[in-house]
């Protein structure tokens, strides 16, 4: 059963990710539904999420950038708990904390040689994320195979830098993007 965020997203070609907490007014002037949170710490991530909210959109945190959070599963509860929508992590057991809360899932992968690309099929079957992202975005050949053989879209991140890159990712087979430079954000 796939996540009900799922169609938000489809809707969403780029999804700004917010690297520094100063960025984060430009990315909810974006006409999107989600902000990927790649920053924040225990004490300011709830003030963060409800800027989020206030602007309508929905708050999918990367756990493992949160300074101070542990890779625990008591972590995920503690980001719920903050009101965040979804949880993006490169650990299985925190994706599969994150299913069981009923929040969107993000395992994020890097493909970095072939060795990784073909464990994923494993990592996967380890948490059943709702959506994989590629790191790096520009890597369209994998995405299209990936697309292809695993059973949960992927989203393309990293390294995007301009127009034709979005648009190979999302041509090879990602439902959407994640990029960190606002000019990407509204394209």
Request: proline share 6%; glycine share 10%; with cysteine.
């Amino acid at each position: 059963m796939s996540h009900p965020m799922l169609p938000l997203l489809e809707r969403t070609p780029v999804i700004p990710a917010v690297k520094e907490p100063e960025t984060l007014d430009l990315a909810l002037a974006h006409d999107g539904a989600a902000v990927f949170l790649l920053c924040g710490d225990i004490l300011n991530i709830v003030g963060l999420v409800d800027r989020v909210h206030r602007a309508g959109k929905r708050a999918v945190v990367h756990g493992d950038l949160v300074a101070g959070l542990a890779p625990r599963e008591i972590a995920v509860d503690y980001l719920r708990s903050c009101g965040a929508d979804g949880i993006i992590s490169t650990r299985p057991h925190i994706i599969r904390r994150g299913r069981e809360l009923g929040m969107l899932t993000v395992l994020r992968v890097f493909a970095i040689d072939s060795k990784a690309v073909s464990n994923l099929g494993k990592e996967t079957g380890i948490g059943m994320p709702d959506l994989i992202e590629v790191l790096p975005g520009t890597i369209y050949r994998v995405i299209a195979r990936l697309s292809r053989e695993l059973p949960v879209p992927l989203i393309a991140g990293g390294l995007l830098a301009d127009k034709a890159d979005v648009t190979a990712a999302l041509s090879a087979g990602a439902l959407c993007v994640s990029a960190s430079d606002p000019q990407l954000w509204d394209l």
